[in-house]
T-cell receptor, first 117, second 113 residues
Framework: GAVVSQHPSWVICKSGTSVKIECRSL??????MFWYRQFPKQSLMLMAT?????????EQGVEKDKFLINHASLTLSTLTVTSAHPEDSSFYIC?????????????FGQGTRLTVV | GENVEQHPSTLSVQEGDSAVIKCTYS??????FPWYKQELGKGPQLIID?????GEKKDQRIAVTLNKTAKHFSLHITETQPEDSAVYFC????????????FGGGTRVLVKP
């Protein structure tokens, strides 16, 4: 099956610093990757759609200047949380769709637990 | 509004019994319905999915049924085992969300030995 690798799996950072999270599709090409945020005991909330070679599409209420997304290749998308604050602490998850298969399932990374202190 | 509703939010079953989770969706054009299992501290893992051209799909102890007319689909887990304990999410692509997957609220399943 398709594998999506997310790194790091957890990170602790100080308030005001920036954190970069990577999402890689290991055995397939993904023109589209998705970034989600999940609070404890809640469902996944889509933050943005990352499109290879173009600007990301952000969901309503998500600050694009705070959550910078770069999708420079067909196998890598990055999410950078800029000037992180404690309220940014959350579980961030990416998913990717296989470019070669239309209207198919999305495969998820293992998630990144961000704690801002 | 356009959404995916999932019930129940929690489900406790005895080992060996069956578990059923139901989801309803609002967009009649939705044509793909995956189910994900999420263990604590991990990302969701696809366990089964169904497309709108079939009414039922089975994979060992897991099955999904789809009723397009009523716009609902269900996950069935038979002969539950403690390792089935997790949070399960249904999802569907909704036109209002740009055909991106919209997730249900999740069901926390606890299988008691």
């Amino acid at each position: 099956g398709a594998v999506v690798s997310q790194h790091p799996s957890w990170v602790i950072c100080k308030s005001g610093t920036s954190v970069k999270i990577e999402c890689r599709s290991l055995d397939f090409q993904a023109t589209t990757m998705f970034w989600y945020r999940q609070f404890p005991k809640q469902s996944l909330m889509l933050m943005a759609t990352s499109n290879e070679g173009s600007k990301a599409t952000y969901e309503q209420g998500v600050e694009k200047d705070k959550f910078l997304i770069n999708h420079a290749s067909l196998t890598l998308s990055t999410l950078t949380v800029t000037s992180a604050h404690p309220e940014d602490s959350s579980f961030y998850i990416c998913s990717a769709r296989d470019y070669a298969r239309v209207n198919t399932e999305a495969f998820f990374g293992q998630g990144t637990r961000l704690t801002v202190v | 509004g356009e959404n995916v509703e999932q019930h129940p939010s929690t489900l406790s079953v005895q080992e060996g019994d069956s578990a059923v989770i139901k989801c309803t969706y609002s967009d009649s054009a939705s044509n793909y319905f995956p189910w994900y299992k999420q263990e604590l501290g991990k990302g969701p893992q696809l366990i089964i999915d169904i497309r709108s051209n079939v009414g039922e799909k089975k994979d060992q102890r897991i099955a999904v049924t789809l009723n397009k007319t009523a716009k609902h689909f269900s996950l069935h887990i038979t002969e539950t085992q403690p390792e089935d304990s997790a949070v399960y999410f249904c999802a569907a692509p909704l036109k209002a969300a740009g055909n991106k997957l919209t997730f249900g609220g999740g069901t926390r399943v606890l299988v008691k030995p």
